[in-house]
T-cell receptor, first 116, second 113 residues
Framework: NAGVTQTPKFRVLKTGQSMTLLCAQD?????MYWYRQDPGMGLRLIHY???????AKGEVPDGYNVSRLKKQNFLLGLESAAPSQTSVYFC???????????????FGEGSRLTVL | TQLLEQSPQFLSIQEGENLTVYCNSS?????LQWYRQEPGEGPVLLVT?????EVKKLKRLTFQFGDARKDSSLHITAAQPGDTGLYLC?????????????FGTGTRLKVLA
């Protein structure tokens, strides 16, 4: 059972380059999220989606764009990478009816991005 | 803006000791969740507390939701090396009338054998 899969797991970019992180979930979840994790700052929400074709901004959306063309996929794009975007990125998904309680988030293993 | 602050930020203890981690907010949450994250992995849900004053136990872990639903604590009895990891509290989600989940700053626990 794959759950939530993120690709790539590691990437090094130069300032100004662009890239896309892909998140795929096989649990038929309605909600999907992109977080970034930096030392001492927990997880900060970048963008999220409550259904196919819909996206919304989180706490730190600047410099990122997202798309959810298919229910199972949620893409995070960086149009012009900056060193401040060096971080570990986590995708998560959730359903209204989930295993151990209301709104459990299921996370991928993370994508480590370094911007030089 | 809802914020969740956790304390302590770091904790290093010997195997067999007890510890408590706190999660505090100035906002009321309909529910709070606790996650544990191990190196190189994503967080995994431990428990969700939904009622003010609620106490939930998960083996040696005891979770409490404050009466005012603004704070929560995680108590570990007789800690073991396998408890090592980053503990995160989170609030929000559909039960709180929002789709957004806000995470605390995290408590990094290291249990020494």
């Amino acid at each position: 059972n794959a759950g939530v899969t993120q690709t790539p797991k590691f990437r090094v970019l130069k300032t100004g380059q662009s890239m896309t992180l892909l998140c795929a979930q096989d649990m038929n979840h309605e909600y999907m999220y992109w977080y970034r994790q930096d030392p001492g700052m927990g997880l900060r929400l970048i963008h999220y989606s409550v259904g196919e074709g819909t996206t919304a901004k989180g706490e730190v959306p600047d410099g990122y764009n997202v798309s959810r063309l298919k229910k199972q996929n949620f893409l995070l794009g960086l149009e012009s990478a900056a060193p401040s975007q060096t971080s570990v990125y986590f995708c998560a998904s959730s359903s209204r009816v989930s295993g151990r309680g209301t709104g459990e988030l299921f996370f991928g293993e993370g994508s480590r991005l370094t911007v030089l | 803006t809802q914020l969740l602050e956790q304390s302590p930020q770091f904790l290093s203890i010997q195997e067999g000791e007890n510890l408590t981690v706190y999660c505090n907010s100035s906002s009321v949450f309909s529910s709070l969740q606790w996650y544990r994250q191990e190196p190189g992995e994503g967080p995994v849900l431990l428990v969700t507390v939904v009622t003010g004053g609620e106490v939930k136990k998960l083996k040696r872990l005891t979770f409490q939701f404050g009466d005012a639903r603004k704070d929560s604590s995680l108590h570990i009895t007789a800690a073991q090396p396998g408890d090592t990891g980053l503990y995160l509290c989170a609030g929000g989600g559909p039960t709180s009338g929002t789709y957004k989940y806000i995470f605390g700053t995290g408590t990094r626990l290291k249990v020494l054998a």
